[in-house]
């Protein structure tokens, strides 16, 4: 989402050109018989980083790889004796490695599919293939739909279409809608693999996991993995301009270098309609923060726009009243860097949302899963266009941006370890939570709901918020419910709530273990959804979590 520092652009940069062309340069000189070389690790300090990439610039194809992300951060380098003196006198730790095959570098490119050097991010035709593939491979669960074109498509210029994905089993019933969005910006591998991956998880666990199971049945979850396809193409294939932002349109009389913040294209993260081209933008065609000609100029941006636009009821009746409580739906775009969960607004950071306490207190809860730290977004930095404004200016509906892990390419252990697990959590909450996003996140959670024959335990939890920028009150437990296959949703009238008993014989604290014995009789044989929810002493239900019941 938004620019970084050049310094650090170009340092990522050249760490990931190297990894990707040493395959290529690497093997012209690797196995010649260069007797005065030998190979080292290069270990540098945090305050060394500059001097580590001028290390890499210097040396070209003699430093074929580069771990900045290691505990002891260093690099591999064939060096003369005169040049390791050099470098020991510059205050690297040499350390030989008379054993280094300079073969093994090949494995970061050994798989077929993925981006050289991160394989566990998909490239833009992979994503779009393997989302295809999914549709196909489960017509009842998930539809691929073409929702747009981009620049270059609309243009004549080949290019690609804005595709989505909608997970949900198909039913006559009225359902709220999660809408998720990645690829806005080219240069960000996270949001698009982490898009899917949210798409694929539902999938493989629909039928097993009970919470999956029934938010699938009882939810639309909309999903584009790459809003700027044309852009991420560019990063994906061109080995200098894999840090391409914006999208691939050429303005009129511009001569834009091609070098991190300067080539043409619009941000498409400052092209929408809400407070347009106000602040955080530049009118430089060939700046990174180039807003677009006009509002929604860019076809992405409008595809974008009008498909959301068609997927949530309206809340408000002006970008200046507070939505209705009762507002059903949240977005959600992916981004990365910073370790951020932001809600609006983004153009003005003393201008306060109308929703702003119940913006904070769902923000509060996704990053109680990823760990990062919530705030306003204009409190990192201001930025007007942005889609996250416009979705909740137009319709009143909760809108978040993720800016996801610490780098542009983040390494993929991170990213499956860490990265990938703690914002799927946060999705699945969103999920649950977009029932009455400005309601249930004030409730406690239903934790570790577990039957034993008929006996039904859970824990109910008021206090998971992330409290690093301010603190969420909570309160006391006061109550707990299970209903028998009928959802409790006021959609959906009828169902008969159980009360549940505190396992230790009342309900006075903010964390409560309750139990019940489920009464089956009369229930048909085969599986059944047992839903259960908590509420506090401030008179919140918070989200539904469900178990399976069998009766034989």
Known sequence: MRPRNRILL????????LVVACFFVFQAWAYQNDDGLTWYKLYYTQDQKMQALRVIQELSGRAPEYFPDAARPYIVAHISPEEALDYFNQGFRLEEIPDYDPKHTRSLLS???GIPGYTCYRTVAETLADAAQLAADHPDLVSWSDKGDSYLKSTGQAGEDIWALTVTKSSGIRKPTLFVTGGVHAREYVGPELALRFAEYLVDNYGTDPDVTWLVNLTNIVIIPVVNPDGRKMADDTIDQ????KNMHIHDNNDCTPWPDTHYGTDLNRNFKYQWN????????CNEL??????????ESQALRNYMLTMFGDYNTSPTSPASLDARGIFIDLHSYSQLVLWPWGYDDATLAPNSTQLQTLGRKFAYFNNYIPKQAAKLY?????????LYAEKGIPSYTFEMGTAFFQGCTNFNNTIAPQNLKALVYAAKACRLPYQLPKGPDALNVALNGTALTVTINDTRYNNGNGTEPTQNISAAEYYIDQFPDPWWPGGTPHAMTATDGSFNAK???VRATINT???AKGKHFIYVRGKDAGNNWGPVSAVFLTVN
């Open 290 to 299: 180039y807003p677009g000609k006009s509002a929604v100029s860019e076809p």
């Open 521 to 523: 009789s009369g229930l």
């Open 111 to 113: 798989e077929d599919r």
């Open 382 to 390: 201001e930025a007007s266009g942005g889609s996250t404004d416009d």
């Open 242 to 245: 894999i840090l391409w932002r």
């Open 10 to 17: 170009k340092g990522t940069f050249f760490a990931t050109l």
């Open 511 to 513: 964390t409560e273990n």
């Open 278 to 285: 106000t602040t955080g933008v530049s009118p430089d065609v």
